[in-house]
């Protein structure tokens, strides 16, 4: 009894091993999420109606806006130790005054909740392009609807294991290095400038892992259902049970294959893979501009990604009414481009010879502001401004008709 009064004392008074409690804690809540996801709602294979992806798209944004009361509950209170010894950027006065850019210090409820919600919304906002792709990825394999649940969900899976790597990799460089922070920022503004000036998307055909997959492993030109591998040899048959559903016919006598093979789908879910830490090799430093918390960065950028799926099935087939999101994504994306060389090149102006200056901080209050405005206002300017090129189809449909 005494060892374990002793071992928790220890622990309260380490902060830090209290937080490794706190992540526990949160992954553990998310792995329930996705269990429940595919072990519960979606166990069946079916194609996502508008309904339910509206549905799950407001569950999930009521779910990652809800955390932030969490965020600041456990800041103010300094559950498991958040909020203390925190990593957080100094004022420019403490900068001024020879303190480091980042240090360690306490950070109160309602600028913790401030910071999630900020780089929750960037990280939704970010992901609408990633859903541009991952539509050009299903297009081009044919992947049917009732299959791309299970791509997207595996898919998912895959992106919090990159992302969280990312993350501890990102934060553990920025705090031993924060010259690295110049370096995040150029990147993101370069990336803004690439959205900008390069339209389309490049043939997935000849993306080096498929290239790989077909040179390598045998891959079938068929579906075996939502199997990512099959033995089978030839493409499956189907009819209709007695209940009236469509079910898979067994595969006929001596046609099945020693080895196994890819399918299709598991191609797709390469891809959804690439894609995603494509877009996080963006989305990462973007947040890191909001704050070096590794907790928040990784609880908003969870919660960001985990309603991808759903975000995916509403905005799909709307993704073209919705025509000034893409700008809106590529100045949102420049404007923490822009915030983040602010606060981080002013310190290492010595380094070129010019005067050393103080970091220019932007309030996160501004940058809330700044991100929702811009969407709402492309949002808002797509619905009332529609587009010249569906007008002009509309009229050539009609044209064609009469």
Not at 70 to 96: D, I
Not at 116 to 143: C, P, R, T
Request: aromatic content about 12%.
């Amino acid at each position: 009894m005494n060892d374990l009064l002793l071992l928790a004392t220890t622990a309260a008074s380490n902060p830090a091993d209290l937080k490794v409690w706190a992540y526990v804690a949160f992954i553990g809540l998310v792995i329930v999420f996705l269990a429940l996801d595919l072990g519960v709602f979606h166990r069946e294979a079916h194609e996502v109606s508008m309904k339910e992806a509206v549905t799950w798209s407001v569950i999930w944004l009521t779910c990652g806006i809800a955390f932030s009361g969490f965020v600041y509950m456990a800041y103010e209170n300094n559950w498991l130790g958040l909020g203390l010894n925190t990593a957080m950027y100094s004022t420019a006065e403490e900068v001024k005054a020879g303190a480091p850019l980042i240090v360690s210090g306490d950070v109160q409820g309602l600028e913790a909740a401030k910071q999630y919600l900020v780089g929750y919304v960037v990280e939704k906002s970010l992901a609408m392009d990633n859903i541009f792709v991952i539509a050009l990825i299903f297009a081009f394999f044919a992947v049917p609807a009732k299959y791309q649940h299970r791509v997207l969900f595996w898919g998912i899976i895959g992106a919090l294991l990159m992302r969280g790597g990312m993350i501890f990799l990102g934060a553990g460089l920025i705090l031993k290095y924060q010259w690295i922070l110049i370096i995040f920022g150029a990147f993101l503004i370069l990336t803004a400038l690439k959205m900008a000036l390069i339209k389309g998307h490049d043939d997935v055909s000849q993306n080096i892992a498929v290239r790989l997959c077909k040179r390598f492993f045998r891959v079938t030109d068929f579906y075996d259902g939502q199997r990512f591998f099959t033995k089978r040899t030839l493409k499956p048959t189907y009819s209709v049970n007695a209940a009236g559903a469509e079910v898979m016919d067994p595969p006929p006598p001596g046609s099945l294959s020693a080895s196994w093979a890819i399918t299709p789908l598991f191609l797709a879910l390469i891809l959804v893979e690439i894609t995603d830490l494509v877009f996080a090799v963006d989305s990462i430093p973007a947040i890191f501009a909001i704050t070096p918390d590794p907790f928040i960065v990784f609880t908003s950028n969870i919660f960001a990604i985990l309603g991808l799926r759903a975000l995916y099935f509403c905005l799909a087939a709307l993704i073209q009414k919705f025509r000034f999101l893409k700008p809106a994504l590529i100045l949102i994306l420049a404007f923490v481009g822009v915030k983040l060389l602010l606060l981080s090149v002013p310190p290492y102006l010595g380094v070129i010879g010019l005067e050393k200056a103080n970091p220019i901080k932007i309030d996160t209050t501004v940058s809330l502001l700044v991100v929702v405005g811009t969407l709402t206002f492309a949002t808002v300017l797509s619905v009332i401004v529609p587009s010249k090129l569906s007008g002009k189809e509309h009229l050539g449909k009609k044209s064609d008709g009469a």
